[in-house]
């Protein structure tokens, strides 16, 4: 029996020992520990051994028992400390790789600009009025003081629709619906979208504007350049001055060509100013008073003045881009560079 009792122990140590994996091990365990097991048929087989045997035999059982478990257990852990370095190694992380970049998107540079001019009109207090793609013939033109047959109907070649609508062709037409609906102080910017039947590299047949409305007592020409200076300081950068050249639209008298001094050379003559110094950015003017009184605004107690930016001009000259087309071809290639 003691020999018998040694075989199976040094058999399990071995077995043991030789157990590669966690499963494995527990196969082991059954065949000598479980129900079947070598040792447990041992245990059995006392009822076989003589009574007076019997105490030194369960001993030596228990000790083939102990010795046995404690390798299990001793083999256990290292394959346990095994499985779980391999796992560390197989969940390993390079902390020094570089990281895989998600591509952020960005605005439209058109509306990169139209959300920053409404950022500093805002600040100077202007209230958002956006008006509709499209209009009557009267609020486009009649009522903005250019009547059918008037020559600066010509200035604007238009899309219309019908004999009375149209496709506003500036956002003008809004000035008309805010006198109408509000009573002075009145300080509207309008942006939108406006369409001219025109196409080349500085024209689209759409395009989006910002006009811009100011009435109240007192308000003169002075008024105008005071706030055009302060925006093109914002726009094109601290050192930008603004020129004013006289001009003509129908709804303003006197009007204004605005000029900005050139961001690029400062005023001495590059490219992008053609040697001039100075870039036009926008058209403005005192409202006429035709356009007042036929909102029924008193001209002798108010006057206002207006203007109406190009988004697309001040979004080419900021990013430089040299053809309106890049701004509508969705191009990702172009739109990914500029995000203000
Ligand atoms: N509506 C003009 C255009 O489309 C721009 C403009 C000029 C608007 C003078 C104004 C203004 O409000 O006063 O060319």
């Known amino acids: 029996m003691k020999e018998k009792l040694q075989k199976i122990r040094e058999n ?14 527990n196969e082991v365990r059954t065949a000598i520990l479980g129900k079947k097991g070598e040792l447990t048929a041992v245990l059995k087989g006392m009822k076989d051994v003589a009574p007076e045997e019997r105490p030194k035999v369960g001993q030596l059982v228990n000790e083939t028992r102990g010795a046995i478990e404690e390798k299990l257990e001793e083999i256990k852990k290292k394959l346990e400390a095994e499985a779980l370095r391999a796992r560390y190694e197989s969940e390993k992380i ?32 202007f209230e958002v009025y956006e008006g509709t793609e499209i209009e009557t013939d ?16 010509d200035m604007q070649d238009t ?17 008309i619906h805010v006198m109408e609906a509000k009573k002075p102080p009145i300080k509207i910017i309008s942006p939108g979208k406006v369409f001219r039947s025109d196409d080349d590299a500085t024209h689209s047949p759409m395009f989006t504007q910002m006009e811009g409305l100011v009435v109240d007592k007192g308000i003169t020409l002075c008024d105008l350049k005071g706030m055009l200076d302060e925006l093109v300081k914002k726009i094109f950068g601290k050192e930008t001055t603004t020129r004013l050249r006289p001009s003509y639209f129908p709804f303003t008298e006197p009007s204004v ?14 490219k992008l100013c053609k ?21 029924g605004i008193d001209t002798d107690e108010y006057s206002g003045f207006a203007f109406g930016i190009g988004i697309e001009r001040i979004a080419m000259l900021k990013y430089g881009i040299n053809n309106i087309k890049l701004l509508f071809e969705s191009d990702l290639r172009v739109l990914d560079q500029i995000d203000d």
Not at 12 to 25: H, R
Not at 159 to 167: G, I, T
Request: a neutral charge; charged letters at 20%; one cysteine or more.
């Open 12 to 25: 399990a140590i071995a077995e043991i020992e030789k157990s590669d994996s966690l499963a494995k091990l």
């Open 275 to 295: 040697g001039t110094g100075w870039i036009e950015v926008l058209g403005a003017g005192v409202v006429n008073n035709k356009v007042l009184a036929g909102c």
């Open 138 to 153: 009267h609020y486009n033109f009649t009522a903005l003081n250019t009547p059918k047959d008037h020559p600066a109907r």
């Open 159 to 175: 899309f219309y629709l019908s004999p009375e609508f149209l496709l506003r062709t500036q956002t003008s037409a809004g000035q």
């Open 94 to 125: 390079d902390v020094t790789m570089p990281a895989v970049t998600n591509k952020k998107g960005n605005l439209h540079p058109i509306t990169q600009v139209r959300n920053q001019l409404i950022d500093i009109f805002g600040s100077m207090g």
């Open 257 to 270: 060509e605005v000029d900005v001094s050139c961001f690029q050379c400062g005023g001495k003559g590059c």
